[in-house]
């Protein structure tokens, strides 16, 4: 990721107008935590057409900074006993992952959660990825998928690699993962991550929709290209429509408050027992067929992120259709940053000027002080 080069006085609020001003962002809104207390800035809006601006409580598509929870709720059943990290695809989903080339005797769970598994992504199926790409998605838009579907577009590509290898980052893995979760424990994933995360964290805003098109509570309109490849693409509002195509893999809806709460207690030890803690955050080079985001290494659910100022940083970030966020913070917890953009054309570049301004050179002067 390049940095956007910026004055060593750039305040967080001033990256958030950079944001909107360079990259074309419909808006951006972000929170700031640590010990000196909480910052909530935004330029742009939630609805470009009646000039409603960006708020503190609104809830959005988080993408695939899903994978965190989801990864979270194994964690929290294998504390419980229900599973192991060892476990292999096979003792829980007999016969699922097998055939052309797959052997789910030889892919554990923690390969699917650290994507080291070598099973390829659905979503990059070319036949599945042009249905949700330009006018295609209109047609398609509220199309429900069941996860076993979706997993079996997955594995119709032969394994890109052996178990173990080499870093490929797949949806499918965390379909899989959750399938798991489901089989361990005789309920839906929906209802383990509320009863492990949800409830106990008390995020109120915090939910997996599934195929419920519309998002509940105030939220920001969701602006999309359809991910067409035009540069001059349309813009369209792409806010209601069915996200069980990422599920456990990127369909929660969140609000940067809830984020922060998550992250905090995940960075701080809070949510995890020791034991566990230190298997999330035990990392893996993202090097693989597939190039992934610059200077990063994977976890369970987490990557950390050696940012352009010397900062390593912590979290998980996401896009989908009109919405990118980014969710990251210090190892410690101590220091968070949630931010999101409700337009999905800027790239992750839309994000460096504020996390040069939390986590770089001067930052802790930066903004915080309730507000």
């Keep these: 990721m390049t940095s956007v080069p910026s004055p060593a006085t750039t305040t967080p609020q001033d990256a958030l107008d950079q944001a909107v001003a360079r990259f074309g962002a419909p808006g951006i809104a972000a929170e700031v935590r640590d010990g000196r207390g909480t910052w909530f800035g935004s330029a742009g809006f939630s609805d470009t057409a009646t000039g409603l601006r960006r708020q503190p409580s609104e809830r959005f598509r988080i993408g695939s900074t899903t994978k965190a929870f989801t990864a979270a709720v194994v964690l929290l059943l294998a504390a419980e006993g229900r599973l192991g990290l060892d476990d292999t695809v096979e003792r ?63 594995l119709a590509t032969p394994p890109l690699f052996a178990p173990g290898e080499a870093f490929l980052y797949s949806n499918t893995n965390y379909f899989l993962a959750a399938l798991i979760a489901e089989r361990a424990t005789g309920r839906t994933f929906a209802q383990e991550l509320d009863r492990l995360v949800v409830r106990p964290l008390g995020l109120a805003g915090t939910s997996l929709p599934g195929a419920r098109a519309h998002i509940e509570g105030p939220h920001p309109l969701h602006y999309s290209t359809l991910f067409s490849g035009d540069a001059a693409a349309a813009v369209h509002d792409a806010t209601v429509m069915d996200q069980s195509f990422a599920w456990a893999a990127g369909g929660i809806v969140s609000t940067l408050g809830d984020l922060q709460c998550f992250f905090r207690a995940l960075l701080g030890a809070d949510l995890l027992p020791a034991a566990e803690q230190r298997e999330m955050f035990t990392t893996v080079g993202t090097a693989g067929p597939v190039p992934w985001i610059p200077g990063t290494r994977y976890g369970l659910g987490v990557f950390s992120q050696d940012l352009p100022c010397g900062t390593t940083v912590w979290g998980n970030a996401g896009a989908t259709y009109g919405s990118w966020t980014y969710a990251v913070g210090s190892r410690d917890g101590g220091r968070l940053l949630t931010v999101q953009v409700n337009g999905d054309w800027s790239g992750l570049g839309v994000f460096d000027g504020v996390l040069d301004a939390v986590f770089g050179r001067g930052a802790a002067g930066g903004e915080p002080s309730r507000g």
């Design 92 to 154: 829980w989903l007999p016969g699922l992952v097998a055939g052309n080339g797959h052997d789910g005797r030889t892919v554990t769970l923690r390969q699917l959660l650290d994507h080291t598994s070598g099973i390829f992504n659905y979503g990059n199926d070319p036949e599945f990825f042009a249905k949700g790409v330009g006018e295609a998605w209109f047609r398609h838009r509220f199309d429900s998928h069941a996860p076993e579907e979706l997993v079996r577009i997955g």
